[in-house]
């Protein structure tokens, strides 16, 4: 009888042991994030990628990340790589935001849950979303656009050219609708072109505005650019020509670069608009990371649960379902404002901005 006690006690004990093993196994398994973005080719994603990356590992995660160079079919395959490698939630900014809908029903069948970042993903059950607002990224740059022409040009007459980005893209739209909405309300203002830019490419943009200034004999006032890279191309056309002054041509590019802001400085260009990259990058992470540690809450619920002074919340319709989505700040950047901006929030140094010695 004894030792049938002892055998029982013993299997009781190792039971025990083993479970509290397997709990601290299981307890130690990392949050598995993908995090993909479209491209690396504009300075801002250097800070997007290592901001993401080390507030999820902050908060207990694993980051995969990669890029896909502006290669919608590389990101697929990306995309399928991190579903085959266990990833719990996904972060996607689209290269396609028309097609990105079928990633997220794939990553559905697989019950993987996915974020869509900085760019709007179309048509398909996206369950959070985190952007900037690009519509008044737009409306802000027409805005500008009509204060300069008044100061100026004495009145809100002349030509005007709109530089998008990648065909398709909803960020692209949404900044644009933003610029032709103010286009509308100024009758005086003539849109002598809208082109969009396979990639965002400053080349092609170079090339657009090179034949652009030849068609219209320099006789173009203003160029409106979705982001910043574009907005380098219109000014590399514009120094070839010697208008690259900001009193002599309008110019207005979106995401801050440094080589804007610096060109901002120098009076080569107008206005740029900063989106702010942390609150961005790091609302990202805390909602995925949310979303691992509380897999039954609502995402509705968790989305609200990331807003503070540096994001709303709303839900945003992107032609399948509302989506609930965080969005983070944009700011003004002008020649005027550059110390109170970009260098008073640490985001470039004075050095960086104006040289050395400033």
């Given amino acids: 009888m004894r ?3 002892w055998v029982f006690l013993t299997q009781v ?18 949050i598995k994030i993908g995090f993909l973005l479209k491209t690396m080719q504009e300075e801002r994603y250097r800070t997007d990628q290592p901001l993401f990356i080390a507030r999820a590992e902050a908060l207990g995660a694993t980051v995969m990340f990669d890029s896909s160079s502006n290669n919608d079919l590389v990101q697929v395959q990306q995309f399928e790589k991190l579903l085959e490698e266990g990833c719990q939630v996904i972060v996607l900014q689209p290269v396609n935001t028309a097609t990105a809908g079928a990633l997220i029903q794939k990553a559905h069948d697989n019950g993987i849950k996915v974020i869509g970042y900085d760019s709007m993903l179309q048509n398909g059950p996206l369950d959070l979303m985190v952007m900037q607002d690009s519509w008044a990224v737009g409306a802000l740059q027409g805005a500008e656009m009509v204060k300069w022409f008044q100061a100026h040009k004495g009145k809100v007459e002349g030509n005007v050219a709109l530089i998008m980005g990648q065909p398709g893209d909803a960020n692209a739209a949404a900044m644009s609708a933003g610029v032709l909405e103010t286009l509308k309300a100024n009758p005086g203002l003539k849109l002598i072109a809208q082109r969009s830019h396979l990639d965002w490419s400053p080349d092609r943009a170079r090339t657009t505005v090179d034949n652009l200034l030849v068609q219209y004999d320099n006789q173009i006032d203003a160029f409106v650019c979705n982001n910043s890279g574009l907005a380098s191309g219109v000014i590399a056309a514009l120094e070839a020509e010697k208008l690259a002054d900001s009193t002599k041509v309008f110019v207005a590019g979106s995401d801050a670069d440094l080589r804007n802001v610096q060109y901002v400085a120098q009076g080569k260009q107008s206005v740029e608009i900063w989106k702010k990259i942390k609150p961005l990058a790091y609302k990202a992470a805390d909602m995925a990371v949310a979303i691992v540690n509380n897999s039954t809450k609502p995402m509705a619920e968790i989305a609200q649960g990331a807003v503070d002074q540096d994001a709303r919340f709303a ?6 379902m509302d989506v609930p989505t965080v969005i983070t700040p944009v700011v003004l950047v002008t020649k005027e404002t550059i110390d109170q901006t970009v260098i008073a929030e640490k985001f470039f140094t004075r050095e960086q901005v104006y040289g050395k010695g400033q």
């Fill in 13 to 30: 004990v190792l039971t025990v042991v083993c479970c509290v093993l397997w709990g601290q196994t299981t307890a130690a398994q990392p």
């Fill in 315 to 320: 839900l945003i319709n992107n032609g399948a």
């Fill in 3 to 5: 030792q049938k006690s």
